[in-house]
Antibody, heavy 121, light 112 residues
Framework: EVQLVQSGAEVKKPGESLRISCKGSGYSFTSYWISWVRQMPGKGLEWMGRIDPSDSYTNYSPSFQGHVTISADKSISTAYLQWSSLKASDTAMYYC??????????????WGQGTLVTVSS | QSVLTQPPSASGTPGQRVTISCSGSSSNIGSNTVNWYQQLPGTAPKLLIYSNNQRPSGVPDRFSGSKSGTSASLAISGLQSEDEADYYCAAWDDSLNGPYVVFGGGTKLTVL
């Protein structure tokens, strides 16, 4: 069974750093990209960026470039989303999702359960 | 402001047919396929329609999708109370330094 299991909810203060994780199982982790999607409270879905776990190639949405870092450790089938200095506006639910990219990129067929990040002083 | 444009809300009574539109541009819907996601309250999104009109295994045939030019639509026939959810269209966008995924702003479907 394909699963993406994300790390638990986090409560942080502005300026703190954070790394959340997404562990894949039930499939070949290096055969699918992992994307991260933000959902702010009461708002819609926003694509942040993606990583190819086979070689850690990444590309980011212009809206998130420079604000977050996406990485992966293929030896433990885990992708990460990281902030070096959180802001209150980073408060949101964050989802990881897998997709295949060959000639064309395919849809997000499996999603993680989400990680709620709350940033408050 | 989302790249893809959806109506913020839609509604219908049980048994009715409702449609949700999604408008984009030549760099996204015009040149790539459209996917639809359903997000039930308090849950992660789920793939509902892919490649414009394909249903993943387990999705009822009450759900259908179509695309024409730079627009797409999702139709739900035989509306049921459990269809009350947020629906998002999405497409890959071939803009500079992409590809990127772009989402619609979401449509909240209410079953009256």
């Amino acid at each position: 069974e394909v699963q993406l299991v994300q790390s638990g909810a986090e409560v942080k203060k502005p300026g703190e750093s954070l790394r959340i994780s997404c562990k894949g199982s039930g499939y070949s982790f290096t055969s699918y990209w992992i994307s991260w999607v933000r959902q702010m409270p009461g708002k819609g879905l926003e694509w942040m960026g993606r990583i190819d776990p086979s070689d850690s190639y990444t590309n980011y949405s212009p809206s998130f470039q420079g604000h977050v870092t996406i990485s992966a450790d293929k030896s433990i089938s885990t992708a990460y989303l990281q902030w070096s200095s959180l802001k209150a506006s980073d408060t949101a639910m964050y989802y990881c999702a897998r997709h295949h990219c060959g000639g064309d990129c395919q849809p997000f067929d499996y999603w993680g359960q989400g990680t709620l990040v709350t940033v408050s002083s | 402001q989302s790249v893809l444009t959806q109506p913020p809300s839609a509604s219908g009574t049980p048994g009715q047919r409702v449609t949700i539109s999604c408008s984009g541009s030549s760099s996204n819907i015009g040149s790539n396929t459209v996917n639809w996601y359903q997000q039930l309250p308090g849950t992660a999104p789920k793939l509902l329609i892919y490649s414009n009109n394909q249903r993943p295994s387990g999705v009822p045939d009450r759900f259908s999708g179509s695309k024409s030019g730079t627009s797409a639509s999702l139709a739900i026939s035989g509306l049921q109370s459990e269809d009350e959810a947020d629906y998002y269209c999405a497409a890959w966008d071939d803009s500079l330094n992409g590809p990127y995924v772009v989402f619609g702003g979401g449509t909240k479907l209410t079953v009256l």
